[in-house]
């Protein structure tokens, strides 16, 4: 088998806070100023530098000339001189992602999820999948620092084992870290797609410095990733942002829970596209599996996909009743963003997730006024509701950018690394 090289063997505190200040500088730096910036001795700067020269990991670039006396070298990271692999495993589709040592995005792609029922298939696919994509983009296995992977919780993230997602049928206790380190070679981190997502958002900030915000994932379940004050939010068991049996309409359909209107159940693209095809939205399609009142039994992910595409034109060509279910659902979720702003105080909602991309051009400027109109919201800052930027890679890159986190981020880290 091959072994996946991972850096965390030789990588130090101060290396690792060395590398992450030329990472962010990106002129580079030189060796005074990083002494300047982490306050350690020029002779230390000086041996983390030779080694980080040495690994590879950065490079010489240009010489700033500041006032009188040497110019001073600059380094910068070497961007393609490591890599790693995030992957999304939503019930739908499985996104892959390859990153290089900066974080940018070299390569994306999706296919849509094997036989869910079967663990085994899947976690085969996907190593064959990333192995393609490595030798597709010319990236040696010894370039690869790790595979991050975002799936649907809940997940006990200490065995790195899926426990019972509730769209995935059939994965009941899924030691996926291990096995797919096993599939791949690769070292694996897990972690829940929701909090994948925020780590992401909190990488690629594109210049907004949002500390505090809420990622609604819009996938085929609902969920949210929370950011307080810059750290994402992960609780005892790494399973937090569920927020999908906050209940949001009294006298709702019953959902799986036993009880009526939760926003998880309301407002997934299975139930968008139930409203839709019981409307006459999608013309005279046959109904999906289950009715808009009962409980979700068995939901058939590639036609619900294909359908909520067709619902999410009709919408945005203005077909009244594929608006009116959208308001609908716009109303839902922002009664139910109201109860996460008052509780956290966050002031931006990021939206994302592979379902939203399609109703953002109707649902965002709603979900905002909604929010901002609603009575029970506390907070007198605006709640800025905005799309990601990332789009649908987002739980993807946030897995991938895990992996570089072990190699960049000097915060100590409670995650585990398989392998
Ligand atoms: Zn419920």
């Known amino acids: 088998m091959r072994k996946g090289h991972n850096l965390l063997a030789v990588g130090d505190y101060n290396q690792a806070v060395i590398l992450d200040l030329i990472r962010r500088a990106h002129l580079g730096l030189s060796r005074v100023e990083i002494a300047v910036e982490t306050g350690l001795s020029a002779q230390t700067v000086s041996n983390?530098?030779?080694?980080?020269?040495d690994a590879g990991l950065v490079r010489e670039a240009g010489k700033l000339i500041a006032g009188p006396g040497k110019p001073r070298t600059l380094l910068q990271l070497e961007a393609t001189s490591r890599y790693a692999v995030g992957v999304h495993l939503d019930?739908?589709?499985?996104?892959?992602?390859?990153l290089d040592l900066a974080g940018a995005i070299v390569s994306d792609h999706r296919i849509p999820t094997p036989s869910a029922a079967d663990p085994d298939v899947v976690i085969a696919v996907m190593a064959e999948e990333i192995r393609a994509l490595l030798e597709r983009e010319?990236?040696?296995?010894?370039r690869v620092l790790g595979v991050g992977i975002a799936a649907p919780g809940p997940l006990d993230s200490t065995r790195g084992i899926l426990l019972d997602p509730p769209l995935l049928e059939?994965?009941?206790?899924?030691?996926?870290?291990?096995?797919?380190?096993?599939?791949?070679?690769?070292?694996?981190?897990?972690?829940?797609?929701?909090?994948?997502?925020?780590?992401?958002e909190l990488w690629v900030d594109s210049g907004t410095h949002r500390d505090n915000f809420a990622f609604l994932y819009y996938g085929t379940g609902l969920g949210i990733g929370l950011v307080v004050n810059h750290d994402v939010l992960r609780g005892a068991s790494d399973n937090a942002g569920d927020m999908g049996h906050l209940m949001v309409q009294a006298d709702g359909p019953l959902c799986s829970c036993g009880r009526r209107g939760c926003v998880g159940d309301l407002v997934v693209p299975h139930r968008l596209v139930q409203r839709a095809t019981a409307a006459g939205v999608l013309g005279r399609s046959a109904p999906l599996d289950g009715s808009v009142d009962g409980?979700?039994?068995?939901?058939?992910?590639?036609a619900t996909d294909r359908r909520f595409s067709d619902f999410a034109r009709a919408a945005a060509d203005g077909d009244a009743a594929a608006v009116a279910i959208l308001e609908e659902a716009a109303t839902h979720l922002a009664r139910a963003l109201v109860s996460i702003v008052n509780l956290l105080d966050v002031d931006h909602?990021?939206?994302g997730g592979p379902f939203w991309r399609r109703i953002a051009p109707v649902m965002r400027e709603r979900v905002e006024r909604l929010v901002a109109e609603d009575p029970a919201l506390i907070p007198s800052h605006p709640i800025v509701v905005e799309n990601s930027t990332i789009g649908e890679d987002v739980a993807a890159v946030g897995a991938g950018c895990l992996v570089l986190d072990q190699t960049l981020s000097p915060r100590p880290s409670a995650l585990l690394i398989a392998g």
């Open 48 to 53: 983390v530098a030779r080694r980080l020269l």
């Open 170 to 200: 059939g994965w009941m206790e899924v030691p996926l870290r291990d096995a797919l380190a096993d599939a791949t070679g690769f070292p694996v981190v897990l972690e829940k797609d929701v909090t994948a997502a925020a780590v992401a």
């Open 138 to 142: 010319s990236v040696p296995p010894e």
């Open 349 to 351: 909602v990021v939206c």
């Open 91 to 98: 019930p739908t589709v499985v996104t892959f992602v390859l």
């Open 295 to 302: 409980p979700v039994e068995h939901i058939d992910f590639d």
